[in-house]
């Protein structure tokens, strides 16, 4: 189940695949249609035990019944009906995407009750190989062949799928997530979505403007320093105009995958900021055109007429180290560094008599780290409430607290966190002033002082070898069967990913 059958299979304790034989041809489901609270009472009083699923599909929801496996279709007159309503929020339920059933209720007043299992969640947890959560996908795997293209069709099985899927979550030992983390947390998102966040589309339509006038200077500034007007947008057009009109040298910069050109993509654009005045004014325009295509003119689409607020979705199942993403739009993602993004996240507004309170932990991924890697250096100066990013640099320097500079301080807060990714000496000689000569020998100096992270690192790199994935301190596992690639690159990003998802997970 959740597992293609060409996928890498992880070695030591296998990934469990459970299967079932069934003829390419299994009979057609038949969908009742329940319109009348007689209907509806007479299909649920054939299950005495009470155990039902329920899934939405489109504008539709259907109900299926574990003793019977029947299937049927809930009308939307049927929602205001005080023994529907009774129903639905007294009972426990299987479910597919839980939220989407909440949200589908809700707008009948009515609060589901308990959701005991949610496939979506459950497969998510356990798809070793899979990104693809749908319950068509869920259905396919499961009883080995595509699954019908009428999704409803599938909702028999539903009670055999969640079977299948407990007995996995119990070999992978993720039961205890599974029921205290994930499935407490579906209905809380339900509240985030459906409370949104409220927009000042006034503020966002001067900035609008602001950031037009901008693009319109930057645009001449741009033409002026090329010495001729040309597509700024095109990358080829771009190239052509740094590399052949105004000869930037070119050496040390990757060229594009598709015509072999010089890549202007902005870490290239970064290492010429140096060289010519159009390399700084070309950054900018560009960071404003993405703020601005991206954010300023699009979220004043996307408010409620009805209440002035903005309603993202928070996705469970998308995010491999079982962090919460957000999408439309992205409010996760918005830059806080650049100050028109600052200016951006200005027009989220707290209504009246309120406040908005920005809640952060302190250094939360390098706690963790230093945890997980029992690094004594690290838990004492957080112990001791020193500045951890300072305390490395005078630790790998061999200089007092005092002695550190700023540029000493970046440079080992740069590491510290790199050290999260898997940073090698290339990436944090790029990311600051540092030769690569200098970056190596910062590294192993770094590791040098800090045992614990270098032995954590090594280590992670082993297990995840050995047994294919690796995992949170609560058991979120996360499957990477390229860390044993003969392909290097791939290789060297499976190792960034298996150092990175104990902690970020």
Not at 24 to 32: D, K, L, N, V
Request: some cysteine; hydrophobic content about 40%; proline content about 3%.
């Amino acid at each position: 189940l959740d597992q293609p059958q060409d996928a890498v299979q992880p070695k030591g304790e296998q990934a469990l695949l459970f299967s079932r034989n069934v003829s390419s041809e299994e009979r057609i489901t038949e969908i009742t249609v329940l319109s009348t609270a007689k209907e509806f009472s007479a299909f649920i009083s054939l299950d005495a035990g009470g155990r039902f699923a329920c899934a939405v599909e489109g504008k539709a929801l259907f109900l299926v019944n574990a003793k019977t496996s029947a299937v049927s279709k809930v009308l939307e007159n049927l929602f205001h009906e005080a023994s529907v309503k009774t129903f639905f929020q007294d009972n426990h339920f299987v479910c597919h995407d839980a939220k989407s059933a909440i949200h589908f209720l809700r707008r009948f007043g009515i609060e589901m009750g308990s959701c005991d299992f949610d496939t979506m969640i459950a497969s998510y947890l356990t798809g070793a190989f899979s990104r693809d959560f749908s319950y068509a996908g869920i259905a396919g795997r499961a009883l080995g062949r595509p699954a019908h293209s009428d999704i409803a069709q599938e909702f028999v099985h539903i009670f055999e799928i969640t079977s299948l899927l407990q007995k996995k979550l119990e070999a992978e030992h993720m039961q205890t997530i599974f029921l205290d983390t994930e499935l407490p947390i579906i209905r809380i998102l339900a509240d985030m979505e459906e409370e949104g966040v409220m927009v000042d589309p006034v503020f966002l339509k001067k900035l609008a403007k602001k950031i037009d006038g901008e693009l319109i200077t930057l645009t001449a500034a741009i033409y002026r320093e090329a010495g001729e007007e040309f597509n700024i947008n095109s990358p080829r057009q771009l190239s052509h105009i740094l590399f052949d009109v105004l000869e930037l040298a070119t050496a040390g910069l990757r060229k594009t995958a598709k015509g072999g050109v010089i890549s202007t993509g902005a870490a290239e654009l970064e290492k010429l900021k140096g060289l010519h005045p159009i390399v700084p004014h070309n950054l900018l325009y560009r960071e404003l055109t993405k703020l601005k295509t991206t954010y300023v003119d699009v979220l004043p689409t996307l408010i409620d007429v009805s209440d002035g607020r903005i309603h993202t979705t928070f996705n469970q199942t998308v995010a491999s180290t079982g962090r919460l993403s957000s999408s439309n739009p992205n409010l996760q993602n918005i830059p806080i560094m650049s100050a028109y993004g600052r200016e951006i996240r200005k027009s989220f507004i707290a209504p009246k008599g309120f406040l908005l309170c920005s809640f952060d932990y302190s250094q939360i991924e390098l706690r963790v780290a230093a945890h997980m890697a029992d690094d004594k250096k690290m838990i004492e100066a957080f112990q001791k409430g020193l500045d951890i990013h300072s305390m490395t640099a005078a630790s790998i320097y061999h200089i007092p607290l005092e002695k550190v500079t700023s540029e000493l301080r970046r440079a080992a807060k740069t590491l510290n966190f790199g050290i999260l990714y898997g940073m090698g000496a290339m990436a944090l000689a790029e990311s600051t002033d540092m030769s690569r000569e200098q970056a190596k020998k910062f590294i192993d100096d770094y590791f040098r002082e800090f045992a614990g992270v270098k032995k954590y690192v090594e280590s992670t790199k082993r297990f995840a070898e050995t047994h294919g994935y690796v995992e949170t301190l609560f058991g979120r596992r996360r499957y990477i069967p390229e860390i044993n690639s003969p392909n290097w690159q791939l290789k060297r990003e499976a190792e960034r990913m298996a150092i990175n998802m104990p902690i970020q997970g």
